[in-house]
Structures are given as C-alpha cells and as structure tokens.
C-alpha cells in the first residue's frame, strides 16, 4: 500500500455531522492521482459517499486494502453508531463517538508503521464529552490513544511556526507556568517539530513574556530569571535558541526568515501572529507525540455544514504539511 | 479671509538619532498629502547632518508665522538659540536642553494657535533623565505640559495608527504579571471614552466603533479561561454602550486582526501591551503612526526609536514620520473645524 518516497496520510473523517468530509472530498478532489493513492481516508462510508457526492467529486473510494485504480482514494470503512440520527449541523452524542474512532484507528495504524502521518478534520470538542470522553478534543484522544499524556499545539503558517509555552490557562496563570524548565521543555519540542519538516538546523526564537523582554527589569523581571535562562540551557544542548527577543519583534523576524519556529509564551501572543499572517493557510500539529499529526485549524463549522459551501484551503493546506513531515530519531 | 493653514510644530528629537534624518527626508519627499511643517532645531547642525547624508535641503529660519508660506521651497526652522554640536550615533548630554527645549516650544506654539499640532521625533531617555528631566516619556511630559496651561490634568492615551489598523493598550508598559491587577473595569471605560471621543472629535468619526479585546484566551471562554473578562472587561463593555458608544466585546483577540474582522471596527481596544503591538507592526511594520489622545492638542509621532546605529548613514527609514505628519495634518484640521463649530455656537 504504501508509495515509495511519499509520505502515506490517514485522513480522519471528523465529526459526521460538520464539515468535515466535506472538506475532506474538496481538497481530496484537487489532489493529483499519486498523493490520493497515497492517502487513506478513515471514516464512515456513508457519510464519506455522500460528501463525494456532495461536492460531485472527481474520484472513486475504494476499500482499503484493495488494488488502487488510477485516481481513486483508498478508505477504511469505520462504521458510524446510530447513523440515522446523525444529522447535518446537529451537536450529538453519536456524531462524536463516530468521529473519535476514526481517531482511535489512525493511531492504532500510525504507531503501527502503516500510515506517516495524521492528518485530522474537525471535531467537536462538546460532542466528545456528550459520547463519554472525559477530556479535550483532539489533544486529549491523541494522549489517551498513545499514552503520551503531554502533547504541545503547534501553529504553522507558510512563513513560520509557533509553538506554546501555555495555551489555554489565564494570563495570570500563564505567568505562573513561564518557568525555566517548562520553557526548556518547550524549546526542545520546537526544535524536534521543525526537524520533522526536513530543515536540517532548526533555528528557534523564544518570545519574552513581558513588554520589550522586560526592558531590563523595569517591566518585569520572568525574562530575566526564567526565559533567558532556559534559551542558555537550549543553547548548551546544542539547540540554535535565540531570546527572549520582544514579542512585538520577534515574529516580524521570523517572517524575514531569520527563524522556523517561535516559542510564544502566552496563547495570543502565538495565535494573534500566527492567524493574521498564514489566514486559511495555518495550520495545526501536535507535538511531542510519537507519532506525527496535522489538523486543520478550524472547527465543525455546524452551521454550514452540508450545504457544499465549506472551503477546503485549511484542509489543504493540513494535507500538504502532512506531506511534507518525516519522523526524525529519538 | 483664510490665511494659510497653520504649520505643523516638528521637534528634532535626540539630535545623535535618526530625528534629523529623517526630518530632512521628510521635507525632501513631501507631496500634496504633506501638510507644511516647522522644525525646531539648529538650523547649522541641520545644515551639517545634511551635508552628511548627502541630501540638498535649502534651510531658511523663520518665524513660525512665516514657516508654512516658505515650505514649499524650504526646509523652514526655527531657531531656538541652542546650538547643538553631537554627532550621529554618538549621544552626550550637551543636546539634552535643546531637545526640552524644543518640546516645550512646540506645544506653546500649538496651544497658541501658531502651530496646528506637535509632531515630536524619538528623544533618548537616558540623555534627558540625566539632564534633569521628570517624565519617563514623552507623552508623560507633554501631558504635563498640557496640564501647566490648562490647570487640568491630563490623562494621556496611546493609539497606534495605520491605515489598516488602530490600536489602544488599556496597559502599556507595566509587567504581564501586573495586568490582571492594572485591569480596572474604571481603566477601560476611562479609555474608551478617551477613545471614543477622539474618534469622533479628531478622526472624523460620526459614530465610531470600538471593538474590546479580551484578556485572556478565547475572551475567557465564558469564565472557564480565568474570569477577568466575564467580570472587569464584560462590564466596562456594558457601560460604554449604556453611553452610547459603539463597543463590542471582549472579542478573542487571536481573530480580531485579520482582514474580514478589521472591516467591523474602527479601532480596538487591547489589553496590554503586544496584543496591541504585535498585529500593528505585522501589518503596518513601517508606516504605524504613535497619536497620543486625551490631550488637549493633537500629537503624533513616528513609532520608532532613536536607531543610534543607523543616524547618518542614510538608511533611516522617513515613512513613518512621514504618516505621522500626514495624519497629525488631518487630524487638527478636523479638531479645528471642531473647536469652530463649538465656538459658533456659544459665541452668539
């Protein structure tokens, strides 16, 4: 099954009832024949077929496992709970359940070398929890099914990645996890991540937490005593860290190609600069995980989905990094 | 009978950086967008920084009431009797004077009525805190500038300004740890009013639109990301509109800045100080303008530094000083017509 020299992506269908397997079918449309042949789609094959038909696609499914005519798409058949009450652009306990054993098999075949990469489409994070999930989204099934508790989020846009030193906590709790070796933790991630998308010497710059890196203390004292010591420790690791360097500059830096990845101390000081420069182009990937993993940066989008107005450019550009990653040692 | 519109008051800034620089390049690209301008400064030391960089800029001293029939043919200045002898790069406390000097000119003119507005090139801090001056910036100055002639105190407001894009830090320069204690329900109405009134008053706005950021990710998720946004920003939001004002919000910051979302607002509203920061000068790394609200005249000033390592050379960047003055132009021509219009009515 598996194509020499291009990666092979398990694409998961997502939440039926979003617009998923919409999106799925758009961006699977606009492929060329090697990369669908290279990419299987894991989910419900009534759901799929209606999206195929939704969208009036250009391809076939065929089973997985089967013989690959020319520009058909392989899919393995994960069967849906109560299909009949799933319906378009309803939050529901089963819609959920469907979505996450999508997610259960593509770690399954990922851990077991018959897929590189993941590449996910929304779920929904309350449909989860109404089937039974007690954690959060994607994140939490990804730590459930490997055993990796700890996983970080990573933005990538074209220009540049971002990655997190706290997500969604307060800002006055971020401030508390802005420690020396929580950061480090987060460095070496970063420079992990960016060795899986093939550049040989990531070079990563760590955000100051405070205004203009804490000017010297006067506004602030964490980059001094937390940031600038972890970027050292990077640094006698072997790792191209580079901070802090101010928030307000930094990613202006990295879009002149001084750095690949940027580590944000707070969520919107990532997320602001990611979102604003990659728009439909950014990306999601988890890191830290043994395994490797995009997603598109989107939700289900309950309330178009179904009506073949979703715009596939996320998931496209999700497909395209996926294509991209290769696992790196250790 | 309408004389010739009042000058814009131009201050040099530290003379050691780009000020001059890009003061002169100023006056050399000038186009019909460029409202006339007066540089307070020595005229010989800007004689000798243009010599420096090349450029061929024709000075005439004048007085400012002569400064905006001259502009057109050159670089008018006024004298202030400092002669200032520093180098590029090189800053010494001997300039120190003639940079205070020139701001306190500069607002005397303006709140005269003989300069439409202050215009102020980047100072360097250590060089004046050594040379006795109070403020740590300044904004904090001429806020106490304003406050010596008026007798009432004046609270400044800092806006970024671009075409694309306005911003206002409720906090600025503070420590992320003291935001959330910073944060006052009072802070936030307090500066959206500021705002709001601005933007009516000087940018024209017949009803202008604020849109609030949140604190906290996801504007707080409802009160399940930290609860600063469902209990001090929610309620400053509430009672501007119970004012009238067009305020919307908190908005989760991380999809308040791209194209579609800039459409829906005039200017917003941050909490601190890089998620102001941060969108304006990915968006407008350049051309961002610093407008100071809340004053009783109108200031702009370029958002950059003094850039030490670049004065003289010739590689100073002027666009930013540039929209400073274009901007600085439009907005006391609106805050006149104004003050006009609130004169007419009350002079009977």
Known sequence: MKTIGMNTIGLTMGDPAGIGPEVICKALGALPADERKATVVIGDPLFMERARGL????????????????????????????????????????????????????????????????????????????????????????????????????????????????????????????R????????????????????????????????????????????????????????????DAHGPIPGDVVFQQAIDGKFEIVVAQFHDQGHIAAKLVGGHDTVN???????????????????????????????????????RMKPVAG | MTDRPAPLALTLGEPAGIGPDVALAAWLNRGAATPPFLLLGDPIFLQRRAKTLGLDVPIAVVAP??????????????????????????????SAPAAIAAIDRAVALTMAGEAAAVVTCPIAKHVLTAAGFPDPGHTEYLARLAARRTGKPATPVMMLWSPELAVVPVTIHIAIAAVPAALTTDLIVETGRLLDRDLRRRFGLAKPRIAVAGLDPHAGESGTIGTADRDVVTPAVTALVTEGIVARGPLPADTLFHDAARKTYDAALCMYHDQALIPIK????????????????????????????????????PSSLIAALGLAGRLAAADAAAKGAGSAGTAG
């Open chain 1, 55 to 178: 969208v009036r696609a250009n391809f076939s499914f065929v089973p997985y496992g089967d013989t690959v005519p020319e520009g058909a798409v392989p899919l393995l058949a994960i069967d849906a709970p109560n299909r009949d009450a799933i319906v378009p652009g309803k939050l529901s306990a089963d819609a959920g359940e469907a979505g996450c054993r999508c997610v259960k098999k593509a770690v399954e075949m990922a851990l077991a070398g018959e897929i590189d990469v993941i590449c996910t489409a929304s779920l929904n994070k309350t449909a989860v929890r109404m089937a039974g999930y007690d954690l959060n989204g994607h994140a939490g099934l990804l730590a459930l099914y490997t055993g990796v508790k700890k996983n970080y989020a990573v933005l990538a846009c074209p220009q540049f990645a971002v990655i997190h030193v706290s997500t969604h906590v307060s800002l006055a709790q971020a401030v508390e996890l802005c």
């Open chain 1, 180 to 239: 020396t070796e929580r950061i480090l933790e987060t460095i070496r991630v970063a420079q992990r991540h960016v060795l899986t998308t093939g550049v040989a010497k990531p070079r990563v710059a760590i955000a100051g937490l405070n205004p203009h890196a804490g000017e010297g203390g006067l506004y602030g004292t964490e980059d001094d005593d937390f940031v600038a010591p972890a970027v050292a420790a990077a640094r006698a690791e072997g790792i």
């Open chain 1, 285 to 323: 990937i988890t890191a830290g995980l043994p395994i490797l993993r995009t997603s598109v940066d989107h939700g289900t989008a309950f309330d178009i989905a179904w009506k073949g107005v979703a715009d596939p450019s996320n998931m496209k550009a999700a497909i395209a990094m996926a294509r």
């Open chain 2, 65 to 94: 009431s002569e400064a905006s029939s001259a502009f057109s043919r050159f670089l008018p200045v006024v004298d202030l009797g400092l002669p200032v002898t520093t180098a590029p790069g090189r800053p010494d406390a001997s």
């Open chain 2, 282 to 317: 990915m968006i407008a790394f350049d051309h961002a303008v610093n407008v100071t609200l809340g004053l009783p005249f109108v200031r702009t000033s370029p958002d950059h530094g003094t850039a030490f390592e670049l004065a003289g050379t010739g590689r100073a960047d």
